[in-house]
């Protein structure tokens, strides 16, 4: 049996860091939806509302970073999406299940579109609502948050 005496180990070397709403830090990000597939932007753009690109990502805390997306109306669908994807709704009333394809509600509003794709992969409880108000998409280039200094990113660039 050996002892070891003396042996000092920075008590904050091993543990685990766990962010809270006083020590996240949220970035202003702006996503340029040109060109860019609709499933595939909105799951990189879920990932950074979330924080998962971070390393001090905690599953229950908002520790994402806002994001912006501009030309939402230039999003692709691949394939026959535009006419067989449909968005299914009810009123509550009997009979009531309405449903409007992605090129119809494409025309009503193309922010829509996205955003019901970035919904869905968001958390399905508090926190995901709260992360969903951090998104903000605008059709066409301009958007009205230049006071936060956002830094443009390509989505490429991410996994």
């Known amino acids: 049996m050996v002892m070891i005496k003396n042996f000092n180990v920075d008590s904050l070397s091993y543990k685990t860091i766990s962010a809270n709403k006083a020590t996240v830090d949220k970035q202003w990000l702006v996503v340029d939806a040109e060109g860019q ?22 599953p229950h805390v908002d520790c ?21 994807k449909e968005y299914i709704r009810h009123t509550g009333y009997p009979g009531g299940q ?14 829509r579109l996205v955003e019901k794709s970035l919904k869905g992969m968001l958390p399905k ?15 066409g280039p301009d958007h009205n948050h230049e006071g936060q200094n956002p830094t443009l990113i390509n989505l490429n660039d991410l996994r």
């Open 37 to 58: 597939t609709l499933g595939r932007m909105a799951s990189k753009v879920a990932m950074l509302l979330r924080g998962k690109y971070k390393p001090n990502f905690t």
């Open 64 to 84: 994402g970073d806002n994001v912006i997306i501009i030309n939402a109306e230039k999003i692709v669908l691949t394939g026959n999406k535009w006419e067989a």
């Open 98 to 111: 309405r449903s409007l394809t992605a090129n119809e509600l494409f025309s009503k509003d193309p922010a």
């Open 125 to 139: 409880n508090k926190l995901g609502a709260e992360l969903f108000r951090n998104l903000k998409v605008y059709v």
